[in-house]
């Protein structure tokens, strides 16, 4: 499965600014226009062979349960995040948008790896006006879409219940209104391309890192992790590679520069007493 968010072919997209955002949505039968700008001649990228999804239940934050089968007839953007998160946190806004603008034809769903009170979590959800369910991360769940290395990550599950594409890091919404576009029939003007998976693991640079080569986190408690991954997302590299630690140690596994130092941090949050 594609890993990276070079789903558009297009240089400068994700810097695509916002369009008509503040309009309100489309009357009901009435196909909704685009909420973001897209330049002419923009492609995006769909798997050739589609993952299918399996049924799977789920319970929300707020104690309604879900199903996987449930998604079925609409676009499902299966988004993975974090409230420690800062790309999480940046892009929360514009699926708050798109859910709003295309209720008819896309289901957000937002699942939360964070390692603490679940509460905490569906407090964040409500004081930034989370419309879309929210669940945590479940092993089962992780089976389903696998390979979350870094957040955010957001699966694009197709109307027939397929995943048809994986972005990971920061993406323009613009890409994702369109593919929500495309894949529901709604007017577009984007072209698309039909590629075929690969196993690509390279971290962008609008993600953060959720496991290391190299370093086991699993002995610390949820707070030192959190502590130690913001560092390791933040930190700089300085072997010249003009990364972070974790950027460094997902892209250059041959460094042996960042082992040490990523080592120094976990040695330096258990010792702060974090807990």
């Not at 049924?55 to 007839?73: E, K, N, P, Q, V």
């Not at 694009?156 to 613009?174: C, E, F, K, M």
């Not at 984007?190 to 959720?210: K, S």
Request: contains cysteine.
């Amino acid at each position: 499965m594609r890993l990276l968010s070079v789903c558009v072919t297009l240089a400068g997209l994700l810097a695509v600014g916002c369009g008509s955002a503040g309009e309100m949505p489309a009357a009901p039968g009435d196909a909704p226009e685009p909420l973001f700008d897209i330049p002419a001649g923009a492609t995006i990228e769909l798997l050739r062979e589609p993952v299918p999804v399996a049924d799977i239940a789920m319970r929300t934050l707020d104690g309604r349960t879900l199903s996987t089968h449930d998604w079925h007839g609409k676009v499902t953007l299966v988004n993975y995040w974090a409230t420690w998160c800062g790309p999480c946190r940046e892009e929360i806004p514009d699926l708050i948008e798109l859910q709003a603008r295309y209720p008819d034809q896309l289901q957000v769903v937002g699942i939360s790896t964070d390692e603490g009170d679940p509460a905490n979590v569906a407090a964040f959800a409500r004081a930034v006006g989370m419309n879309y369910p929210v669940v945590m991360a479940t092993p089962e769940l992780n089976r389903q879409f696998p390979g979350v290395f870094a957040l955010p990550t957001s699966f694009i599950v197709d109307p027939q219940g397929r995943i048809v594409q994986t972005h990971v890091g920061l993406v323009s919404p613009a890409v994702f209104e369109q593919e929500v576009r495309h894949l529901t029939s709604l007017p577009t003007t984007v072209a698309v391309e039909l590629i075929d998976g690969n196993d690509m693991t390279r971290l962008v640079n609008a993600a953060h890192a959720t496991s290391i080569p190299g370093l086991d986190l699993s002995d610390l408690t949820p707070g030192q992790k959190e502590r130690v991954l913001q560092r390791l997302n933040e930190d700089g590299c300085p072997c010249g590679c003009g990364l972070t630690l974790a950027q460094c140690r997902i892209n250059d596994a041959s460094c042996g520069v960042s082992p040490p130092l990523a080592e120094r941090v976990v040695a330096e949050v258990v010792g702060s007493g974090i807990y």
